[in-house]
């Protein structure tokens, strides 16, 4: 059931004038209620304005977008990139990019919505994949294959050691990864997994990704060779879509330093999580990853009575299965941790 509130949610939420923790979301840097990253934005809109609806094909071009682009495909480790106004948007270029006789999609198990195109669907298991593939490559059809897949499914499946991916025939395919979730957390500096996906063989990496989830700041991005990013940004796709608004790319370049306290911050909360919770059977996790699924539907209404409010819906529609799951964010307190650690001890 949906709940309405009033204010962003933080470390707690406020329903009928009751307090609840709130573990939920994506906000794992927990940087969009911190004060200093406020004033980072709020400096900035004042400099860039609210927004910019201009295409980035206009004669009058702001500055700002080059040279964020150029410190993010250094930060992820790609030779360029291009930023979008949302993670979606960088997915749906991506799609349509390849949605042509030149190839063949193929999307991976958990693969995120935003990558599809219409009447394409993910395979349900790696196997099926797998053997789609090789019939594929088998036959010697022209198409060149790609395929798509997210960094961090909360399978367990890809992140951290993307065995299963190497167990794929993508020599001769090009590997498109959402890494929406892993961007800002995961890798040196939270740079991702785009160097982690080198070591995959494969004819082609490109990645996308939100930049709206632990980073804070509403704009999607993709990552790839100048060959492929220039190709992209010659696409009426690209040219026809309004950029992100300017003064998120401005504040973000600042903002280096406040996303490494929290990081570290983060993961002094899972470490300490870790610690605390002994029914470590309830959920599935990743090694230094904030968030911790669950299928069982009674440990949602538990938390609830314990006044913990914890992410719980069907995503991306009604359709599908559930999701379900604590999120731990750089935002929580060591008292909100064992607060949640100790209702998850007491289930039953």
Not at 123 to 135: G, H, M, P, S, V
Not at 277 to 303: C, I
Request: glycine share 8%.
């Amino acid at each position: 059931m949906s709940i309405l509130i009033d204010t962003y949610p933080g470390r707690h939420l406020k329903i009928r004038n009751k307090t609840y923790l709130y573990f939920g979301g994506t906000s794992y840097l927990g940087v969009q209620t911190d004060a200093d990253f406020q004033a980072l934005v709020l400096s900035s809109i004042r400099r860039y304005g609210s927004n910019y609806g201009a295409s980035r094909k206009s004669n009058i071009q702001l500055s700002i977008y080059e040279k964020a682009e150029k410190y993010l495909a250094s930060w992820v480790g790609s030779e360029a990139s291009i930023s979008m106004s949302s993670g979606y948007l960088a997915g749906q270029l991506l799609g349509s990019h390849f949605n042509g006789p030149d190839y063949k999609l193929f999307y991976a198990p958990n693969s995120h919505s935003a990558l599809y195109q219409p009447n394409s669907k993910p395979y349900t298991t790696y196997t099926t994949l797998n053997i789609a593939l090789r019939e594929h490559l088998d036959l010697q059809k022209k198409e060149i294959p790609v395929v798509f897949v997210d960094s961090i499914d909360f399978s367990g499946c890809n992140y951290p050691s993307f065995e299963i991916l190497k167990t794929l025939p993508l020599a001769p395919c090009i590997l498109v990864v959402d890494d929406s979730h892993g961007i800002g957390v995961v890798g040196d500096n939270g740079s991702g997994v785009f160097r982690t996906l080198l070591t995959v063989p494969c004819k082609e990496i490109i990645l996308c990704a939100s930049l709206g989830k632990a980073l804070g700041l509403q704009a999607g991005a993709v990552f790839g060779t100048r060959n492929r990013i220039d190709q992209l940004m010659t696409t009426d796709f690209y040219g026809g879509a309004s950029p992100a608004a300017p003064f998120y790319l401005a504040y973000f370049l600042e903002a280096a330093e406040i996303y490494n306290t929290k990081r570290a911050l983060l993961q002094k909360n899972i470490a300490h999580f870790l610690k605390v919770f002994d029914r470590k059977e309830l959920l599935h996790f990743m090694p230094q990853y904030p968030v911790f699924g669950y299928s069982d539907p009674n440990l949602t209404a538990h938390l609830k009575k314990k006044n913990i409010i914890v992410t719980d819906f069907k995503y991306p529609t009604e359709d599908t299965y559930a999701t379900s799951r604590i999120v731990l964010s750089a935002a929580h307190t060591i008292g909100d941790i064992e607060t949640l650690a100790n209702a998850l001890n007491e289930f039953e």
